[in-house]
């Protein structure tokens, strides 16, 4: 089945030390995107992707990376930069934005902990 | 409805009944619209989408209503059932210049649906 497939379901970070998160979408989308959650609110976005190899920063974009090598693929680092880093990572991915706007379809979520 | 705050908004109803959820957006300017649900530990899922020049769209035992004038969307859910219980979140998006695709979320509203 088509879909978004994030991976792991659960990370633990230690102190100091960079994870990345993996998303992968088989929808053949063009965009992709990264947002936090937190306890009781909405999401927020980090980095968007419109095309391979360009990417964009969204609103809490300070502590994280991206990468944008293959149209399936959109990697997530959070680095040591990022201090609060607990929180629940979603991907989404869209076949585009505007005029046509199409809505975002979700993957199932990393819960990123410290240790 | 959407609120500010870290406190999200509960609606309870009894299975069977009507259920409505508001959400006031922000920008005069947003042209698309989406609602999403999500349960616990999982990606939000799309629900019903509608664009700015309409201002009802009808799905599968939902309803979103959009009045421009007071910049209020809502969530019309027929016969609710155990399974409609969860967190239902609007998105907007904001027409023109660098904002291809991305949607700023509202906080959400938990709907429980009593058997």
Redesign the interface.
Known sequence: DGG?T?SPKYLFRKEGQNVTLSCEQNLNHD?M?W?RQDP??????IY?S?IVNDF?K?DIAEGYSVSREKKESFPLTVTSAQKNPTAFY?C?S?T???PN?Q???????TRLSIL | GESVGLHLPTLSVQEGDNSIINCAYSNSASDYFIWYKQESGKGPQFIIDIRSNMDKRQGQRVTVLLNKTVKHLSLQIAATQPGDSAVYFCAENIAGGTSYGKLTFGQGTILTVHP
């Open positions: 978004i994030q965009a995107y947002y009781g609110q909405g999401l927020r976005l968007y419109q964009q969204g979603l989404a869209s585009g934005g505007p706007n809505p975002q379809h979700f993957g199932d979520g």
